[in-house]
């Protein structure tokens, strides 16, 4: 007996200099990871090292539609799909994703004969959110944005149905969306004298077709050398003698009676003459010539209010594709032009300085991206940069921060500039004009958040 006593005794202490490690991998409760709203099965459980969950990859990686390589020579995993490239290696904490390096917390290992790699890592270079309940021990993953197949030709026809071979012109359309419908605006000057015609093809989005195509809504008359017009939103707004009117059109076709935005005679100098955004969304016009710009609404079609810009800020960069944003409370307008972002305070008419006295200027990211697109108070704008293809959504706020908002899956065939983007509470829209069949067309890309 005292034999059997001794022995049981060795046994004791033999398992109880075992490494913790084995007891906490094998006493850890039970890790759940469910991926939009299901519960996923891997061939062996997940496991907590450090903080990090680590899944077998075979089984995360085909979940998320990536294609598996595994060398067993240099022990090094991979993931593919069209946008992204995940390169892993075994007890190494750098790995290249779209072949920039990056940096893990937990290098993958292998455990038990399977290899495991960081789950919260893998997610969100997929552009995945997650999301750790210590509570219920759970990782759950959702999808941020999922890009739908381009649609070429859309509508299934032109918008421009006469338009063979662009005899007629190349068109470069202003595009806006609302209420459900896609909007493009163009116009042709007439040869036989001082005339504009200006036309209009609307779309509904809930049927993909078109409702309106080359719809002739417009003929307006250049009534003074300085004739300016603009399209903004669902409206034409041009320069008459006596002020600025504007027309706008609904998705039904129907065109609006002309109205005033501004009241003031031509200077016959040269203007500036813009859309401008103010007071949460509203929108107005900027008018005037050098030291004379203001601000005018249809509710004060003379003036809201005077803006002073004694370095002619204002025209520097104006150009078609200048975006204007007034903020009433810190008296300032932003100015957004090309790929940079300036403020201007419109009291005392000075530009925001940096500490060396330069103009204090914020780049757009990337080195392709789209114009910026207002929404919500903000502007937002997908750009590209490095290695990695994928688009990015950046945002500007009130005072000029320039950040990475989330990464997209999608990986923009053509320059990123060539896109028009809409955005509405559940969807960003990517618009780009084209030709389908020598006819003008639309590409559309749906991005679903």
């Keep these: 007996m005292k034999r059997i006593l001794g022995l049981l005794t060795l046994i004791s202490l033999f398992f109880s200099f075992l490494p913790n490690a084995f007891a906490s991998e094998t006493n850890q409760p039970a890790i759940r990871v469910n991926y939009q709203g299901k519960a996923l099965a891997f061939e062996v459980p997940p496991v907590l090292e450090v903080g990090s969950v680590l899944v077998p990859f075979r089984g995360v990686f085909e979940e998320f539609g990536l294609t598996v390589g595994w060398e067993s020579s240099n022990k090094r995993v991979t993931g593919t799909n069209d946008a992204v490239k995940i390169d892993m290696s075994i007890g190494k904490k750098t790995v290249l994703v779209n072949n920039e390096q990056k940096l893990l917390e937990v290098e993958p290992k292998i455990i038990d004969g399977n290899t495991m790699v960081p789950l919260r890592f893998v997610s969100e270079s997929m552009g995945k959110v997650v999301t750790w309940d210590p509570a219920t021990n759970s990782v759950d993953i959702v999808d941020k944005f999922s890009v739908k197949p381009t649609v070429s030709n859309y509508g299934g026809e032109s918008y421009y149905p006469t338009n063979f071979s662009n005899q007629l012109g190349r068109t470069n359309p202003y595009m ?197 697109f207002y929404y919500r108070d903000k502007l937002y704008y997908l750009y590209q940069e490095g290695q990695d293809r994928r688009a990015k959504i950046g945002m500007i706020d009130d005072s000029l921060r320039n950040e990475e908002m989330a990464v997209i899956n999608f990986v923009a065939p053509y320059n990123l500039s060539d896109y028009k983007v809409t955005i509405n509470e559940k969807e960003f829209h990517l618009w780009r004009n084209t030709e389908f069949s020598r006819l003008p067309a639309i590409d559309f890309t749906n991005i679903v958040r």
């Design 176 to 372: 806006y969306e609302r209420d459900g419908y896609l909007f493009l605006f163009w116009s042709e000057e007439l040869k036989s004298g001082p005339f504009v015609d200006f036309y209009c093809s609307i779309a509904d989005l809930n049927n993909g077709k078109w409702v309106y195509q080359n719809n002739h809504f417009k003929y307006v008359k250049k009534e003074t050398s300085a004739f300016q017009y603009f399209f903004y939103e669902n409206s034409l707004y041009w320069r008459t003698q006596d002020g600025v009117l504007k027309s706008s059109i609904d998705g039904t076709g129907s065109v609006t009676q002309d109205v005033y935005v501004a009241r003031k005679f031509n200077q016959r100098e040269k203007e500036i003459m813009s859309a401008v955004r103010y007071d949460d969304g509203k929108v107005g016009v900027i008018l005037g010539a050098k030291n004379s710009v203001s601000l005018y609404t249809e509710e004060a079609t003379n003036g809201l209010l005077d803006i002073k810009d004694l370095n002619n800020i204002l025209f520097e960069n104006s150009n078609s594709n200048t975006q204007y944003i007034i903020n009433r409370s810190s008296k300032k307008i932003h100015i957004i032009s090309n790929n940079t972002a300036k403020q201007l305070d419109y009291e005392t008419g000075q530009i925001n300085f940096d500490e060396k006295g330069k103009d204090k200027i914020e780049k757009l990211k990337g080195t392709s991206f789209t114009q910026p």
